[in-house]
């Protein structure tokens, strides 16, 4: 609730509606900015068709593309609320403490599935070493 009452403060219309997510369709809401951002930066890169020269074929550029589809408007009015939020709060700026680990210490709440390593087109792990 607290997010909601910022919001409200800067003015935006509050609409209540009911979200069923799971941490997986969560994921794929930030994606969404992050495939965007990626796009921004790639896109010279992907439109010359160098893409297929490049690691994750399975991944990266599928995702540049689907990022091709989100509307600009929709994309600016994300930044928008994002830069209202982070006006009169400082969680942007909020780092865990990760220089109080020491040997022993655990995760809490470590992946349940690790992600494997992304590795270079044509090379292997032990070229990486």
Do not use: C
């Not at 369709?25 to 992907?46: E, R």
């Not at 599928?62 to 091709?68: G, Q, S, V, Y």
């Amino acid at each position: 609730m607290e997010v909601v009452d910022v919001l409200k403060s800067k003015g935006v219309k509050m609409v209540p509606f009911k979200l069923n997510y799971t941490v997986e369709s969560a994921q794929g809401i930030l994606n969404v900015t992050m495939d965007v951002d990626m796009l921004a930066h790639f896109d010279n890169w992907q439109r010359s068709g160098k893409d297929n020269e490049y690691e994750a074929q399975d991944q990266w550029p599928t995702e540049l593309r689907r990022a091709r589809v989100i509307p600009a408007v929709d994309y600016v009015q994300a930044l928008a609320l994002t830069m209202a939020y982070q006006s009169v709060t400082d969680h942007h700026k909020q780092r865990p403490p990760i220089d109080d680990l020491v040997t022993g210490d655990t995760i809490p709440n470590p992946p349940k599935a690790m992600i494997p390593p992304r590795i270079l087109r044509g090379s292997t792990r032990k070229d990486h070493n």
